[in-house]
């Protein structure tokens, strides 16, 4: 059964980089059909899409983030991986990564998500 | 992109229906069959409710059911039980090749 974990730093000071990754068992990420993504909930707030990023690497971001987001894949680690820069308060909340099929709406595997915070 | 509308809250009392709306655009909602809808008790992940707007996915109650019309799209909960109380989020493809979620709604079973 494929699992996702994300990893990375809980705390990140304001205007630098956060940097999560997802790693993938129990299934490929060079498998075709499957897009990688990441989605963040505020606290308090709703649930946000990222991007997401094909095991090829082509990504799509959210326009509101586009600017500061890249998505990554690491196929020798079986990994993806998300970077923000110049970070504020504003991006304080829980990021999951998630695997959706492709020509699909089908987001079927999340991981458990990871608190970031964003504080000097 | 502008987030989808959904209700800000419903209730139903345990063995009644509910319906919970997404309302988008035709660049997202109204274009595409492309709409989800997830379950989300605080601490945990998301769950896949409803992918494609109206297929369920292996393992998921049959008394969740998903239809669309239009630009706004729907998630039926019949026979309400407890375990359902939870908030519920849809999200679309749009034309932009993106995706965006709804505001979410929060089910209570009185």
């Known amino acids: 059964q494929l699992q996702l974990q994300e990893s990375g730093p809980g705390l990140v000071k304001p205007s630098e980089t956060l940097s999560l990754t997802c790693t993938v068992s129990g299934g490929s990420i060079s498998s075709s059909g499957y897009y990688w993504g990441w989605i963040r909930q505020p606290p308090g707030k709703g649930l946000e899409w990222i991007g997401n990023?094909?095991?090829?690497?082509?990504?799509y971001y959210n326009p509101s983030l586009k600017s500061r987001v890249t998505i990554s894949v690491d196929m020798s680690k079986n990994q993806f991986s998300l970077r923000l820069s110049s970070v504020t308060a504003a991006d304080t909340a829980i990021y999951y990564c998630t695997r959706r099929r492709s020509s699909s709406s089908c987001r079927d595997s999340w991981g458990q998500g990871t608190l970031v915070t964003v504080s000097s | 992109q502008s987030a989808l509308t959904q209700p800000a809250s419903v209730s139903g009392s345990p063995g009644q229906s509910i319906t919970i709306s997404c309302t988008g655009t035709?660049?997202?909602?109204?274009?595409?069959?492309?709409v989800s809808w997830y379950q989300h008790h605080p601490g945990k992940a998301p769950k896949l409710m409803i992918f494609?707007?109206?297929n369920r996915p292996s393992g998921v109650s049959d008394r969740f059911s998903g239809s669309k019309s239009g630009n706004t799209a729907s998630l039926t909960i019949s026979r309400l039980q407890a375990e359902d109380e939870a908030d519920y989020y849809c999200?679309?493809?749009?034309?932009?090749?993106?995706?965006?979620f709804g505001g979410g709604t929060k089910l209570t079973v009185l």
């Open positions: 494609d707007v109206s």
């Open positions: 990023i094909y095991y090829s690497g082509s990504a």
């Open positions: 999200d679309s493809y749009t034309v932009s090749g993106t995706w965006v």
């Open positions: 035709s660049s997202d909602v109204g274009g595409y069959n492309y």
